[in-house]
Structures are given as structure tokens and as C-alpha cells.
């Protein structure tokens, strides 16, 4: 291939070709020792000769630029492994999070727990209270419209309410 000149790699397109031709494949190999993925570790090499490409004109490189590439490479593996790291350990706390969570399923047998007393306290209201009471709260309707679709006043709709209401009270206390 000829020898490269370690000064004008980053400055002379040809150099930087011939040095990307010559390096490309024993810096892949470096990179995948440590990425332990051949594709991740060709993807961190083409990245690092884009970027030192990109900015030729800000890069001063003291020594020879293949320690300097060498280097980047290796300093790119480890970040992305840092990276990997991260991403991985944070996708583990989440999968535990939903997976597991005391609290949550503390909190759902207690939902079902009340859910369950609520049915079975509406159930022992008296058939014409309870009735009422449905149509309030389940179906959403309004006094007024429960007392003409029942043939009652307001006011027997609302005492009814709230005679149910208070006896709802005192049966689901130790939930309240």
C-alpha cells in the first residue's frame, strides 16, 4: 500500500483513505475485544473517522496519529459499554418496578378487598334504597330524575340517598 504520512493524514484526503484502508480492519477487530459485537464495534471506527474527517481543522494531534485513532477508538468502546451499561441497568429497575412492587399489589388486593364490601354492603340495602341508590350512582341519574321514573317526591329520593349513604358509612367503616 506505501507509507503513510503520519503528518498529513487528517489533512490530505488521500493519506486519510490510504490510513483508513490500512487501520480499518485491525481497529474493528480492537473495538469488537471490546464491544464483543462485530457490527457495534464497525459502527465505532467508521464513527471515528468521520469525526476526526469532520474536524480536521480543530484536531491537533501531538504524536502519531495512529496512537491518536487508536485511542479515540478505544475511548469510544468504553463509552459505549458505559453507555450499555447504563441503558441496561435502567431498563432492569423498570422491568422490576412493574414486575414487582409490594406496595402495588398491596394496594390492588386492598382495591378489590373494598370493591367487594362496597357490592356486598349495596346489596344488603333494603330492594327500594337500593334501587335508588343505583340509579344515582351507577346509572348518574338525578333526584328529580329518579323520582319520576319511580313515582316519588325529591324529598323521599333524598332522604332515601341519604339513609343509604349512612348505612354504607357504617357497614364500610374500617375502610373509610
Known amino acids: 500500500m506505501g507509507i503513510i504520512d503520519e503528518q498529513n493524514i487528517i489533512n490530505d484526503p ?6 483508513f484502508k490500512e487501520k480499518y480492519r485491525s481497529l ?6 471490546y464491544v464483543r459485537d462485530m457490527v457495534v464495534a464497525e459502527e465505532i471506527v467508521q464513527d471515528v473517522f468521520v469525526r476526526i474527517w469532520e474536524k480536521r481543522g480543530q484536531i491537533q494531534i501531538k504524536g502519531p496519529a495512529h ?3 487508536t485511542s479515540s477508538v478505544k475511548n469510544n468502546c468504553l463509552n459505549y459499554l458505559k453507555h450499555k451499561s447504563v441503558v441496561e441497568n435502567y431498563e432492569k ?3 422490576l418496578r412493574t414486575i414487582y412492587n ?4 398491596e394496594e390492588e388486593m386492598h382495591d378489590m ?3 367487594s364490601a362496597v357490592m356486598v ?3 344488603e340495602l ?11 350512582r351507577a346509572e348518574g341519574l338525578k333526584y328529580h330524575e329518579i323520582a319520576d321514573q319511580l313515582g316519588l317526591s325529591i324529598k323521599t329520593v333524598e332522604a332515601q340517598m341519604g339513609q343509604a349513604l349512612k348505612q354504607l358509612r357504617v357497614k364500610l367503616n374500617e375502610y373509610l
Open 14 to 19: 488521500k493519506e486519510f483513505e490510504k490510513f
Open 28 to 33: 474493528c477487530l480492537l473495538a469488537c475485544r
Open 67 to 69: 496512537a491518536y485513532i
Open 93 to 95: 429497575s423498570e422491568v
Open 102 to 105: 409490594p406496595g402495588d399489589i
Open 113 to 115: 378487598e373494598l370493591e
Open 121 to 123: 354492603a349495596i346489596a
Open 126 to 136: 333494603p330492594p327500594k334504597r337500593q334501587k335508588i341508590f343505583n340509579m344515582s
